[in-house]
């Protein structure tokens, strides 16, 4: 076991008492570190060292803000497989590139399988994003292929 306040060095350095500081982090990055302490069972400064080496070490790498994306006029939520049309290093850069440019884009993930790239894309409607399959990702020349998969509910969204 590692000293209390040492810095992790890897993922399996992690204890129980870990896991479950980082599951509360994860509910509520913003609660006390008194509300914390008590929901893991340590003392108050037991459980900042922890976390702050928890920080330190990487394994927490910032704390977010969950947003409402109803409240901020997202209507229309999909996930969207692009297939690129040459498999190199320069073609996945510049389909990357212009991605990062995208603010419809939320996430972009290089993935295995029969296409390259998973995005989550959040739009207002059904025509702003019909806008931004036909007029942005549509005309970048690295693509080959987009299949669109609307999202119709999230039971189960753990995302930060």
């Given at each position: 076991?590692?000293?209390?306040?040492?810095?992790l060095q890897q993922m399996t350095d992690l204890?129980?008492?870990?896991?479950?500081?980082?599951?509360?982090?994860?509910?509520?990055?913003?609660?006390?570190n008194l509300a914390l302490a008590e929901l893991?069972?340590?003392?108050?400064?037991?459980?900042?060292?922890?976390?702050?080496?928890?920080?330190?070490s990487g394994v927490i790498r910032g704390y977010?803000?969950?947003?409402?994306?109803?409240?901020?006029?997202?209507?229309?939520?999909?996930?969207?497989?692009?297939?690129?049309?040459?498999?190199?290093?320069?073609?996945?850069?510049?389909?990357?590139?212009?991605?990062?440019?995208?603010?419809?884009?939320?996430?972009?993930?290089?993935?295995?399988?029969?296409?390259?790239?998973?995005?989550?894309?959040?739009?207002?409607?059904?025509?702003?994003?019909?806008?931004?399959?036909?007029?942005?990702?549509?005309?970048?020349?690295?693509?080959?292929?987009?299949?669109?998969?609307?999202?119709?509910?999230?039971?189960?969204?753990?995302?930060?």
């Amino acid at each position: 076991m590692r000293p209390i306040g040492h810095p992790l060095q890897q993922m399996t350095d992690l204890d129980k008492i870990d896991h479950r500081i980082l599951r509360g982090l994860q509910r509520d990055g913003r609660q006390s570190n008194l509300a914390l302490a008590e929901l893991v069972g340590l003392s108050p400064s037991a459980c900042l060292r922890r976390v702050q080496a928890l920080e330190a070490s990487g394994v927490i790498r910032g704390y977010r803000a969950v947003l409402d994306a109803g409240r901020m006029g997202v209507g229309f939520v999909a996930y969207v497989t692009v297939g690129l049309g040459t498999h190199t290093k320069a073609a996945q850069e510049a389909f990357e590139r212009a991605i990062s440019r995208a603010p419809e884009v939320r996430e972009c993930h290089n993935i295995t399988g029969t296409v390259e790239y998973l995005l989550r894309v959040e739009a207002a409607d059904l025509a702003a994003y019909k806008h931004w399959h036909t007029e942005i990702l549509g005309v970048l020349p690295q693509v080959r292929s987009i299949t669109t998969f609307v999202v119709m509910g999230s039971p189960k969204d753990e995302r930060a």
